[in-house]
T-cell receptor, first 113, second 115 residues
């Protein structure tokens, strides 16, 4: 079955430090991978996607993610965290031509001043 | 660009009544719209997928007679929760995408509370 795993419920990082939010997936065929961010009582905002091509994808607000096919991972990274980055982050995968996104359980990022 | 709105942002209704939630793509034509449900501190669960002018495709376990979805135009989809019960209380989020675009653009969500 297709699935997405975000192994960490919460990630804590000090402002200015690099951050990583982990995501692994299990799908048949070629995955389309996405990261979204959600602020309290709000919908999701698109950060970045991997469809094909360069494994390192750069997105909004200084975030980037690296597609690693051998490890079936798509970790979200940022070189220097901001307090305003504190939010709930979701990894999602779409496979084939289903048009459907499967979401991970989300990781709460807390950046401390 | 790519803005999706939802109305209302929150609604309280009594058990047994019906409530309609609107999802609009404001600056693009949405060939496909999706409806999700999100419980507190949990992920999004896809309820149904709708294409303009077609009947919605519901995910397993979602009652199509209870959650009526209409996608009458390329900019509007509606979700009607019929005969609402307290267990229907949740955060409902819609998203939209255009043909050939892999990204889904999400609305701000509607918080439904059934008393």
């Amino acid at each position: 079955a297709q699935s997405v795993a975000q192994p960490e419920d919460q990630v804590n990082v000090a402002e200015g430090n690099p951050l990583t939010v982990k995501c692994t997936y299990s799908v048949s065929g070629n995955p389309y991978l996405f990261w979204y961010v959600q602020y309290p009582n709000r919908g999701l905002q698109f950060l970045l996607k991997y469809i094909t091509g360069d494994n390192l994808v750069k997105g909004s607000y200084g975030f980037e993610a690296e597609f690693n096919k051998s490890q079936t991972s798509f970790h979200l990274k940022k070189p220097s965290a901001l307090v305003s980055d504190s939010a709930l982050y979701f990894c999602a995968v779409e496979w084939g031509n289903t048009d459907k996104l499967i979401f991970g359980t989300g990781t709460r990022l807390q950046v401390f001043p | 660009g790519a803005v999706v709105s939802q109305h209302p942002s929150w609604v309280i209704c009594k058990s047994g009544t019906s409530v309609k939630i609107e999802c609009r793509s404001l600056d693009f034509q949405a060939t496909t719209m999706f409806w999700y449900r999100q419980f507190p501190k949990q992920s999004l669960m896809l309820m149904a997928t709708s294409n303009e002018g077609s009947k919605a495709t519901y995910e397993q376990g979602v009652e199509k007679d209870k959650f009526l979805i209409n996608h009458a135009s390329l900019t509007l989809s509606t979700l009607t929760v019929t005969s609402a019960h307290p267990e229907d209380s949740s955060f409902y989020i819609c998203s939209a995408r255009t043909a050939g675009n892999y990204e889904q653009y999400f609305g701000p969500g509607t918080r439904l509370t059934v008393t």
